[in-house]
């Protein structure tokens, strides 16, 4: 069965730190990675996305993201986190041959100046 | 375009009466998706349609629950009779299944059963 698995629920740093939130799913076939970001009071909108080519993906306010099929993991990574990116984190997976898109738990991260 | 529109963006009601929740999706999706956002349980995927038709209403949780898209511009997510313990965030998303394209969100809406 598909399933995401967030292994940090929450996370709390100085400004300035660097961030990784881990990300590990089952699916047996080839996947579609995502994170997404839900600030305070709003809706989930799109971080970074992972369909083929290099593993290691950039998406907005300088996150990346590293795809290792060995691992099954699609790990979140910031080398210095500001205040304002005190939100919640979801990573998701998608199958390649179907879209039923699954979400993991969640990591609340906050982020004190 | 308007992005993912979900309304009502609020709505409270009285155990047993009955909710729907509707969602326009952007323009030219053919996926459309239904997920639940509870502290306890995050975010649930109810039910998701391909060009109109349910594809996995497995995470619907009970017969009270029903789902239905009669056009690719509009679906309905139906509670009946309502419970308290359906209090939460239900999120619409959009996408274009087999074009490698994220799934869009609308704003949510946030439902209180009293």
């Known amino acids: 069965a598909q399933s995401v698995s967030q292994h940090n629920h929450h996370v709390i740093l100085s400004e300035a730190a660097s961030l990784e939130l881990g990300c590990n799913y089952s699916y047996g076939g080839t996947v579609n990675l995502f994170w997404y970001v839900q600030y305070p009071g709003q809706h989930l909108q799109l971080l970074l996305k992972y369909f083929s080519g290099d593993p290691l993906v950039k998406g907005i306010k300088g996150f990346e993201a590293e795809f290792i099929k060995s691992k099954f993991s699609f790990n979140l990574r910031k080398p210095s986190v500001q205040w304002s990116d005190t939100a919640e984190y979801f990573c998701a997976v998608a199958g390649r041959n179907t879209d039923k898109l699954i979400f993991g738990t969640g990591t609340r991260l906050q982020v004190f100046p | 375009d308007a992005g993912v529109i979900q309304s009502p963006r609020h709505e409270v009601t009285e155990m047993g009466q009955e909710v729907t929740l509707r969602c326009k999706p952007i323009?030219?999706?053919?996926?459309l998706f239904w997920y639940r956002q509870t502290m306890m349980r995050g975010l649930e995927l109810l039910i998701y349609f391909n060009n109109n038709v349910p594809i996995d209403d497995s995470g619907m949780p009970e017969d009270r629950f029903s789902a239905k898209m009669p056009n690719a511009s509009f679906s309905t997510l139906k509670i009946q009779p309502s419970e308290p313990r359906d209090s939460a965030v239900y999120f619409c998303?959009?996408?274009?299944?087999?074009?490698?394209?994220?799934?869009?969100f609308g704003q949510g809406t946030r439902l209180t059963v009293v």
């Open positions: 323009s030219g999706h053919n996926s």
């Open positions: 998303a959009s996408s274009l299944v087999w074009e490698n394209t994220e799934a869009f």
